[in-house]
């Protein structure tokens, strides 16, 4: 996608806070941080959001999930915890239109999500 933001960084057209990168994905920190840690884990392939994962696309979902388990250990974010969230459309809240999770620590979150 052109005009993706989230693309661009992937490809290294706009700066961003590495924390991980391989060939399929890329974690970097969220730009206004809603916890003492918030970092994004996107797939760099354009994929637009959760609604449009399927058979085709789910192996980097899985692989996402591994980043984010190799993250939580290397940051030592188990101890005390933390959240991933993925906002899907409007009444969600998503602002980026390419599928990122949130990986959220540092302090309590409250649930239900408001
Ligand atoms: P959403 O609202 O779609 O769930 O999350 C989008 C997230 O992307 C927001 O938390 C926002 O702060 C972050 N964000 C938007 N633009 C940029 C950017 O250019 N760089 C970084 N690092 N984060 C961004
Ligand atoms: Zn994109």
Known sequence: MNDCIFCKIAKGEIDSQKIYEDDTVLAFND???QAPTHILVIPKEHIESA???N???S???AHIFEVISYIAGDLSLNDDGFRVVSNSG????????????HLL???P???PPG
């Not at 409007?90 to 999770?101: D, M």
């Open 59 to 61: 192996q980097v979902i």
């Open 55 to 57: 058979e085709s696309n």
């Open 31 to 33: 730009l206004d941080p």
């Open 109 to 111: 979150f409250a649930w």
């Open 51 to 53: 609604k449009d994962i």
């Open 105 to 107: 620590s540092g302090r």
């Open 90 to 101: 409007e009444n969600a809240g998503q602002s980026v239109n390419h599928l990122h999770f």
